[in-house]
């Protein structure tokens, strides 16, 4: 079922009008009323006058992830701070939250993304929708609230956590369409499993995955474990939140809402704009929104686009499911870590050399992260239950910086491999 077929299933040409003249738009507001883009266009030379035609979009300056740092919390506001009705922000774990303040006329545009993309797994004022992302500052659980709420459909704000209750709510409201991240889909298979729960004695038909990365082989466990055709959505706090872009039951790419959030592909190091089917850095801009509009930021994720035609008959183009990032982040249980923040913390331990590497493992559904340290030649010869000893010191140190629990493991002096080039501090052992 498409939600919004004008938009969704509109001709090339009409669509590249539209684009065109809400990017027009868009330049011009933030050229007046905003001093950080007003600053950014002139540093590079660009008038709106210069923006006639969406494709002049590549005159105009990416924004970055360090430019988030720099307009914490609301210099990037396009609207007096009146007209803003809800905030929501990043984790923020790496410095400063990214914020997205939201106009009215922008809660409705996200429930309007978010209705597609329930609509892709035909979500109908029937369906019965068990909400199992957060809510709070965290995008996830509001998003899928307004669109099911635009829908009609009958919408259960479950939020996350404590499993056994909401296995009980899943089988006493007959829920439908259940949406969470991948890796909850699958710790609630399980647990049902424990508890005699069996999946194919309910009503649930599709769910929306998404805020973390999976692959492939996950979506086959996941089907075949919950009995549902499993679909990928993705989103950033940055853009709105979820409802950017989403698979059709074709499960051939995620469609992007264009009509609102224009894409592109760039290579990272040149910043020059790729050709359909490139992989490279996937950028967004904001065409619609009010408060806080992005003009081409650069998500750091990768992808390629895909303008063929998709036998759900949407035209919108279709974005491959993430092929990575551009920079080393981990997701770790959804909290973001560099290695260069671990790295900042070993260097402060004494006896331990600048020699680690990062083993990330996918067990019992939940990721771990073991930091292997070379120790000195003096810590070496200490007696085992003191090498324990600063294991757990340097775990604790890595906790209190991080928020995030690791195994540590203290390894002989010169043992983890050396490299000529950049060091491979990542190893990920996940199976997405
Ligand atoms: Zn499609």
Redesign the pocket.
């Given at each position: 079922m498409i939600w919004n077929a004008h938009y969704e299933a509109m001709g090339r040409a009409e669509l590249e009008r539209l684009q065109s003249e809400r990017l027009g738009e868009l330049v011009d507001r933030l050229y007046r009323r905003v001093a950080y883009y007003r600053q950014r266009l002139d540093s590079q030379g660009v008038k709106p006058a210069d923006i006639n035609h969406i494709r002049d979009i590549a005159k105009l300056p990416f924004l970055t992830k360090d430019d988030m740092r720099e307009v914490y919390p609301l210099k990037l506001l396009a609207v007096e701070l009146a007209d803003i009705v809800e905030v929501h922000t990043s984790s923020g774990t790496t410095g400063k939250p990214v914020v997205d303040a939201y106009t009215q006329k922008d809660i409705g545009i996200w429930a309007e993304s978010m209705a597609r993309t329930l609509a892709m797994g035909d979500t109908a004022r029937s369906d019965v929708v068990h909400n199992a992302y957060g809510y709070g500052l965290f995008t996830g659980g509001l998003g899928v609230h307004y669109g099911a709420r635009l829908i009609g459909a009958l919408v259960i704000p479950i939020s996350g956590g404590n499993t056994a209750r909401q296995l009980a709510i899943l089988r006493d409201f007959q829920a439908t369409v259940l949406t969470c991240t991948p890796s909850y889909s699958l710790y609630l298979a399980e647990a049902a499993r424990e508890q005699g729960l069996d999946f194919s004695t309910l009503p649930l038909r599709v769910g929306l995955f998404g805020a973390e990365p999976w692959g492939e082989g996950m979506r086959r466990e996941i089907e075949a474990k919950l009995k549902v055709q499993a679909l990928d959505i993705y989103g950033l706090t940055e853009i709105i939140g979820p409802g950017v872009a989403s698979e059709?039951e074709?499960q051939d790419g995620l469609?992007i809402c264009e009509d609102l959030f224009y894409p592109e592909v760039i290579d990272p190091q040149s910043g020059e704009v790729l050709p359909d089917g490139s992989k490279g850095e996937l950028v967004l801009t904001t065409l619609t929104k009010e408060g806080t509009p992005m003009l081409r930021y650069r998500t750091r994720d990768i992808t390629y686009l895909d303008r063929s035609p998709?036998?759900?008959g949407?035209t919108a183009v279709r974005m491959h499911r993430l092929l990575g990032r551009t920079d080393d982040m981990l997701i770790i249980r959804g909290v973001n870590v560099f290695p260069s923040q671990i790295e900042e913390v070993l260097l402060k331990i004494e006896g331990i050399e600048p020699h680690y590497q990062l083993v990330v493992e996918r067990e019992e559904r939940l990721d771990s992260l073991e930091v292997q340290v070379e120790m000195n030649e003096r810590l070496f010869s200490d007696e085992i239950k003191q090498l324990e000893r600063s294991e757990r010191r340097i775990a604790e140190a890595l906790f209190a910086a991080l928020g995030i629990q690791t195994r540590v493991k203290l390894v002989e002096p010169k043992s983890i491999p050396r490299s000529e080039g950049k060091a491979k501090r990542v190893v990920d052992k996940r199976q997405i």
């Open positions: 059709c074709a469609h998709c036998r759900c949407r």
